[in-house]
Nanobody, 123 residues
Framework: QVQLVESGGGLVQAGGSLRLSCAASGRTFRALAMGWFRQASGKEREFVAA????????DYEDSLKGRFTISRDNAKNTVFLQMNSLKPEDTAVYYC????????????????WGQGTQVTVSS
């Protein structure tokens, strides 16, 4: 079992930046693929970004490429999501998720989830 704790959310003006962190415990972090998802009020959870266990391969939702960057520090058991040029439509609860070795774009591919962190972007 993996425990995930997100942090770094908050209120930011449009055009600003936030860096989300997700600390993992309970299982060898290096064996985990990690993903970020988000869920806006009244909408389904959607894929944001994913990173392979070794940090070499990354994937992004197409519309977020160039603004969001996923990275990981295996020595600190932490995955990050750097979000730049934020827009009001980025407002959502952001979740990190863990999958054994390989993770994709579907939430069903991830077995473990954090509690989420709220990101609110004001116009």
């Amino acid at each position: 079992q993996v425990q995930l704790v997100e942090s770094g959310g908050g209120l930011v003006q449009a055009g600003g930046s936030l860096r989300l962190s997700c600390a993992a415990s309970g299982r060898t972090f290096r064996a985990l693929a990690m993903g970020w998802f988000r869920q806006a009020s009244g909408k389904e959870r959607e894929f944001v970004a994913a990173i392979a266990w070794n940090g070499i391969s990354t994937d992004y939702e197409d519309s977020l490429k160039g603004r969001f960057t996923i990275s990981r520090d295996n020595a600190k058991n932490t995955v990050f999501l750097q979000m730049n040029s934020l827009k009001p439509e980025d407002t959502a609860v952001y979740y990190c998720a863990a999958a054994a070795w390989i993770g994709g774009r579907s939430p069903s591919e991830y077995a473990n989830w954090g509690q989420g962190t709220q990101v609110t972007v004001s116009s």
